[in-house]
């Protein structure tokens, strides 16, 4: 997938970048970007660059490359150099009759030492650097796909208010024009004044859903500009002149639930995170474990000294030097035998989170699954609902100007309509939610294809 690569290549840039990543040709601290065009694919790329969580993500994915390179050193070989000078109190001097032994003295050296056997870490030790560099991966994609989801979600947020602004401002005006031709027939003395009075409350009750859009429109703005990692200018207060450019996409999407459920499975990052941790502990059993066995090493160096039978500094021997050394503890107080019991019961437990983590996974895409299909199934029921609406209001104005119908008849028809657009409006922002949510949850990526 190229979205899979996406993040794949931006993880991998995370561990050889010395510093965090910067949108290119990107300025959020002037206000043009704020008006410029902006599709759900660029406010997802805007994210990946400047999203505060994203770049924390990224600072640590950078620590877990140290974490690697840690552990992997244990098995590398070690390049020691050394160095003394020491100048002692003549009195301090110990000398042979008839001789003067120097009161100066220096050496230096270098060594190379390579651990050849330590009951198994060495060879641990690099299994568990590349674990521990897969599973960060693992954890920093977890971190961009749920980020993502959230900036989707949010882009949807603010459709779905500037849609019922336009829906309730709709219904003002419907109500509004039905006010003036109630006052224009209660003019012409063909109408009571309670018809005025009833058509002026219509309007009064509608216009707090009106201001509630907005108000729900401005707070959406302001959400999506803070996910996208926005600098806001101090000088704009309310509106935020966003300007998006996608709309719902409420295209037939088909999935089977026991292959969702195995996609997740196989694919949601935050379990392969919990293999990896599974694999890390382990390995920690090898570590604890190798407490019981000795450690081999061996060496290699060259030293410099001075003569001991000299007070010429000058005077001085050299040369090459190796071997090989071995260690073991007999017995360390039971301290190796606390590590492997403490390292036994870590694994045990990465084993329970990972299944139990797992169940939950699943639990997660039967849940999406369910809430997808309620939205689709809504959404179908609204197809025609809409038109039922606009024809009900024309046959109730028709009844009204005949004679055979009310104005309560027309009054609860524009309800009726108003309701059936809001209706629609939140079905449609309700089925793409709930696709992107199924998506997250099965695993599929949300990150753009570039």
Same mark, same amino acid.
Request: hydrophobic share 40%; net charge negative; charged share 20%.
């Given at each position: ?5 996406? /993040? ?47 770049? !924390? ?10 974490? @690697?390179?840690?552990?992997? #050193? ?5 390049? =020691? ?10 009195? &301090? ?29 060495? !060879?641990?030790?690099?299994?568990? #650097? ?6 960060? /991966? ?28 336009? @829906? +309730? ?16 027939? &209660?003019? %012409? ?63 037939? *999407? ?18 392969? #995170? ?13 570590? %604890?474990? $190798? ?18 039978? $000299? ?8 040369? *090459? ?12 107080? %039971? ?10 019961? =870590? ?24 809430? &997808? ?22 046959? #109730? ?31 449609? +922002? ?11 949850? /099965? ?8």
């Amino acid at each position: 997938m190229k979205t899979l690569n996406l /993040i794949l290549i931006l993880a991998l840039a995370g561990l050889a970048a010395s510093g965090t990543v910067r949108a290119e040709g990107m300025d959020t601290n002037t206000a043009a970007w704020l008006s410029r065009p902006l599709s759900v694919a660029d406010a997802l790329n805007i994210a990946l660059a400047q999203n505060a969580t994203i770049l !924390k993500a990224k600072n640590d994915l950078e620590a877990s490359h140290g974490v @690697v390179v840690q552990t992997r #050193a244990v098995a590398l070989p070690q390049v =020691q150099a050394s160095a003394k000078y020491q100048d002692n109190e003549i009195t &301090f001097v110990q000398n042979y009759p008839g001789t003067q032994a120097p009161h100066q003295s220096w050496n230096g050296g270098i060594q190379i030492v390579q651990a050849i056997y330590e009951g198994g870490r060495l !060879k641990a030790a690099f299994r568990a #650097a590349t674990a521990t560099k897969e599973q960060a /991966i693992a954890q920093y994609n977890s971190t961009v796909a749920d980020t993502l989801l959230n900036v989707r979600l949010a882009y949807y947020d603010v459709l779905l208010a500037a849609q019922q602004i336009t @829906v +309730h401002e709709a219904s003002v005006n419907l109500l509004q024009k039905e006010l003036e031709d109630q006052q224009r027939r &209660f003019d %012409a003395g063909t109408v009571p004044h309670f018809n005025v009075l009833r058509a002026e409350v219509s309007v009064a009750n509608e216009r707090p859903n009106l201001i509630h859009a907005r108000n729900q429109y401005r707070i959406a703005k302001n959400n999506l500009s803070n996910l996208l990692g926005y600098n806001l200018p101090r000088d704009i207060w309310e509106n935020i002149p966003l300007n998006l450019t996608d709309i719902f996409n409420t295209a037939p *999407w088909n999935v089977v639930l026991p292959d969702a459920i195995q996609q997740a499975l196989s694919s949601r990052t935050e379990l392969l #995170a919990l293999r990896k941790q599974v694999e890390l502990s382990d390995l920690n059993i090898v570590n %604890a474990k $190798s407490g019981y066995k000795p450690t081999v090493s061996v060496f290699a160096g060259y030293d410099w000294v001075n003569s001991s039978f $000299s007070t010429d500094l000058g005077d001085k021997f050299d040369g *090459w030097n190796a071997g090989a050394q071995l260690s073991w503890n007999i017995f360390d107080g %039971a301290l190796t035998h606390g590590k492997v019991i403490q390292a036994n019961a =870590q694994y045990e437990h990465a084993k329970t989170d990972l299944l139990d983590q797992s169940r939950q996974i699943e639990l997660a895409v039967r849940t999406a699954y369910s809430d &997808f299909i309620e939205a689709r199934e809504t959404l179908d029921s609204q197809i025609k609902v809409q038109e039922q609406a606009d024809e009900a209001l024309r046959e #109730a104005r028709a009844r009204a100007e005949a004679g055979t119908g009310t104005q309560l008849d027309v009054l609860d028809a524009e309800t009726s309509l108003t309701q059936s657009r809001t209706t629609q409006i939140q079905a449609e +922002h309700d089925y793409v939610a709930a696709r992107a949510r199924l998506e997250r949850a /099965i695993g599929q990526d949300l990150a753009p294809a570039k």
